[in-house]
């Protein structure tokens, strides 16, 4: 790559990757709240894979639960949840004449809500993405589209996994998220989706350890 190129790539994972990583972030910590099971499963993965240590880039293919939890987050809040595409020649989109130089915006939002692909696809239910159950459904899901698939991929999408796993161990891990109001918070559709205004309570989960010398006194 030319450094103008090395400088556009990074400016991008840097610009994209923050507020939709951030906005997932907020509703991974919403939707926890409000299903403390859940929670608390994942905090059991974390406790027994980092028994209370920090979390690094090695511990992402040990919290296969945390990233069940990320996956139905994105299906049911996709951070870019509308994007738009033109078409370069004449086609049709099921029974839809599509001519050549039309803008089409497509929203992930509604796709990754579908019944077809989704059963109660309303509900919060991280077991849809069991190791078992995507296998069965083949790779990738359909409907299933949360950073885009092909040459217009979303060139952040490694980043973006790694900075959501470390920042949820690193939290739950010591920390317990508990709402401060029963009602539901709606989406806020801006630049991408967001939570607006989320108040939480965050309580300590253990004490704080006695720092330990060296030799362990």
Known sequence: MS??????EAMTVLAAGTDTVSHTLSWCAYLLARHPAVQRAM???MDQVLAGRAPCHADMERLPYTRMVISEVLRLYPAGYLVSR???????VGSHPI???SMLLICYYALQRAP?????????????????LTAERGVPTPGYLPFGLGPHGCIGEGFAWTQMTMV???LLTHWELIPVSPRPV??????????????MEIRRRHPTPRPRSPAGG
């Open 3 to 8: 450094d103008q190129q090395v400088h556009d």
């Open 186 to 199: 709606e989406p806020v559709p801006t630049f991408t989706l967001t939570t607006g205004t989320l108040p």
């Open 86 to 92: 033109a078409a370069t020649t004449d086609t049709t």
């Open 43 to 45: 905090q059991a993965e």
């Open 99 to 101: 001519a050549a130089g």
């Open 116 to 132: 077809e692909h989704f059963p109660e696809p309303d509900a919060f239910r991280p077991e849809r993405w069991s190791p078992d």
């Open 168 to 170: 949820l161990a690193a």
